[in-house]
T-cell receptor
Framework: AQSVSQHNHHVILSEAASLELGCNYSYGGTVNLFWYVQYPGQHLQLLLKYFSGDPLVKGIKGFEAEFIKSKFSFNLRKPSVQWSDTAEYFCAVMNDYKLSFGAGTTVTVRA | DVKVTQSSRYLVKRTGEKVFLECVQDMDHENMFWYRQDPGLGLRLIYFSYDVKMKEKGDIPEGYSVSREKKERFSLILESASTNQTSMYLC?????????????FGPGTRLTVL
């Protein structure tokens, strides 16, 4: 199975701070990459996805992610977080019809 | 909007019981998935199905089985529940086109096995 690593288990930051969450995967072939978010008490929902083309992808709520093939990475960024970004974030990689998830990063934004 | 519903939000069962978790999607998606979510482990794929009556093992199928008799419904079965199956179970569906598409998730069922 694909291995997906998320670098941080828990990130705590203040409003307006910048956020970057790391994600690395193990497979060297063609992959499709996703970031999902789970707000407290809500469904898992898609933030953004990369299939091909421009390696810098923009998602909902001001998030973006950069695919760097040489580093097997797909890091998530947001320039200025809000309290409402408090959530758990999951990186996921799809190949061979299977979606493999990282362990998740809990982000706590303090007002 | 895609809607994926799961039969229960919370379920408490005893060791050895047979447990059925039901999932229904209303968007005519071909593909359906069952995951379990555990702290520090993320989501792990148990089984998936890309068509009616078709099923494929995921990464952790042991102790589970599935059933897909209708396109919109995908059931996860724990033949004899054990305490290590206490977890959050998430169902997802996605449209076809080679399965390389966004998966839409249900709200989850938190199962406790005593």
């Amino acid at each position: 199975a694909q291995s997906v690593s998320q670098h941080n288990h828990h990130v705590i930051l203040s409003e307006a701070a910048s956020l970057e969450l790391g994600c690395n995967y193990s497979y060297g072939g063609t992959v499709n990459l996703f970031w999902y978010v789970q707000y407290p008490g809500q469904h898992l929902q898609l933030l953004l996805k990369y299939f091909s083309g421009d390696p810098l992808v923009k998602g909902i709520k001001g998030f973006e992610a950069e695919f760097i093939k040489s580093k097997f990475s797909f890091n998530l960024r947001k320039p200025s977080v809000q309290w409402s970004d408090t959530a758990e974030y999951f990186c996921a990689v799809m190949n061979d019809y299977k979606l493999s998830f990282g362990a998740g990063t809990t982000v706590t934004v303090r007002a | 909007d895609v809607k994926v519903t799961q039969s229960s939000r919370y379920l408490v069962k005893r060791t050895g019981e047979k447990v059925f978790l039901e999932c229904v999607q209303d968007m005519d998606h071909e593909n359906m998935f069952w995951y379990r979510q555990d702290p520090g482990l993320g989501l792990r794929l148990i089984y998936f199905s890309y068509d009616v009556k078709m099923k494929e093992k995921g990464d952790i199928p042991e102790g589970y089985s599935v059933s897909r008799e209708k396109k919109e419904r995908f059931s996860l079965i724990l033949e004899s529940a054990s305490t290590n199956q206490t977890s959050m179970y998430l169902c997802a569906s996605s449209p076809t086109s080679g399965l390389y598409n966004e998966q839409f998730f249900g709200p989850g069922t938190r199962l406790t096995v005593l």
